[in-house]
């Protein structure tokens, strides 16, 4: 018996420039398609609609994605799941965007894929922090709709500085080296060697 999975209502896909270089998603190819092309695709399979945030001139992409979402049509109810996803991790698996859509739909607030800190880490002053507490957030994330109004509501200036102000019940699941950020098309080359993708 086939198993319906979960869909969000709403995916938002941010893209651009890579920071500190001149790349930009559209540029970068994998077997042939853009990183924009193959994005759309996932949250296409994923979620009713999908709204894509270009590069804002004054670099507030916070405000760009909230414009976005609280403006998308049809609007999002309180309770509808919404996803925003980086470009530049177009090849995040479908298991990934189940897992986030999957825990919203099951009660939390906001749902982000992770994974474990490998390298060591220290903080300006050489502090060592403990990596077994540390983890790598990647995307897609999921939302409940009301939860981004209330990370809206703050005076916060990024996407996850608003979750952690919003003080949401968020959702750790487990990411995947697929979900990594793809900058480069060696960077593209060595994640589907990891991932098998």
Do not use: N
Not at 144 to 164: G, H, K, N
Not at 173 to 188: E, F, K, L, N, P
Request: proline content about 5%.
């Amino acid at each position: 018996m086939l198993v319906k999975m979960p869909r969000a209502a709403l995916a938002v896909l941010v893209g651009g420039g890579v920071a500190g270089s001149h790349v930009t998603a559209v540029d970068l190819q994998v077997e042939g398609r853009s990183l924009p092309a193959l994005a759309l695709a996932s949250a296409r399979a994923h979620a009713d609609t999908v709204a894509l945030v270009p590069p804002p001139d004054d670099g507030d992409w916070w405000g760009a994605l909230t414009t976005a979402i609280l403006e998308s049509a049809p609007v999002p109810a309180d309770e509808d799941v919404v996803v925003v996803h980086e470009v530049h991790r177009a090849l995040a698996g479908d298991e990934v965007w189940e897992r986030v859509v999957e825990a919203v739909h099951a009660g939390a607030g906001a749902s982000v894929p992770s994974l474990p800190v490998t390298d060591t880490v220290r903080d300006r002053h050489g502090v060592l922090f403990d990596r077994a507490t540390l983890v790598e957030c990647q995307s897609p994330r999921a939302y409940r709709a009301s939860t981004l109004r209330a990370m809206a509501a703050t005076d916060a200036t990024s996407e996850l500085d608003a979750l952690q102000a919003s003080g949401v019940d968020l959702a750790i699941v487990a990411g995947a080296s697929s979900a990594c950020v793809i900058r480069t098309a060696g960077d593209a080359a060595v994640i589907r060697a990891r991932s098998g993708r």
